[in-house]
Nanobody, 115 residues
Framework: QVQLVESGGGLVQAGGSLRLSCVAS????????MRWYRQAPEKQRELVAS??????TDYEDSVKGRFTISRDKANSWYLQMNSLKPEDTAVYYC??????????WGKGTLVTVSS
């Protein structure tokens, strides 16, 4: 089984930066894709960024050029968020596709961007 724990959320002013972390435990070797989703109040959860175990990345259009997804160490993934906007305010979730555990979600971390 894979477990995911996010951290790094908080309150930041518009134009600022935050770095979210997602630490995985369990069958880390089985993770094929790691994704970051976000859900703003009264909105549907949306995919923000993804990275495969080969390092291929993809981004939602509104965050391209501002957000960077990466992996460091065997069990840690990150979402570097720069030039934050109030519309980036949401709960951010890491999510992975595991060959042994299927789709796994973390519990989320809240990002609030003030104007």
């Amino acid at each position: 089984q894979v477990q995911l724990v996010e951290s790094g959320g908080g309150l930041v002013q518009a134009g600022g930066s935050l770095r979210l972390s997602c630490v995985a435990s369990g069958s880390i070797f089985s993770i094929a894709v790691m994704r970051w989703y976000r859900q703003a109040p009264e909105k549907q959860r949306e995919l923000v960024a993804s990275i495969t175990n080969r390092g291929t990345t993809d981004y939602e259009d509104s965050v391209k050029g501002r957000f960077t997804i990466s992996r460091d160490k065997a069990n840690s993934w990150y979402l570097q968020m720069n030039s934050l906007k109030p519309e980036d305010t949401a709960v951010y979730y890491c999510n992975c596709l595991s060959t042994t555990s299927g789709t796994v979600w973390g519990k989320g971390t809240l990002v609030t961007v003030s104007s």
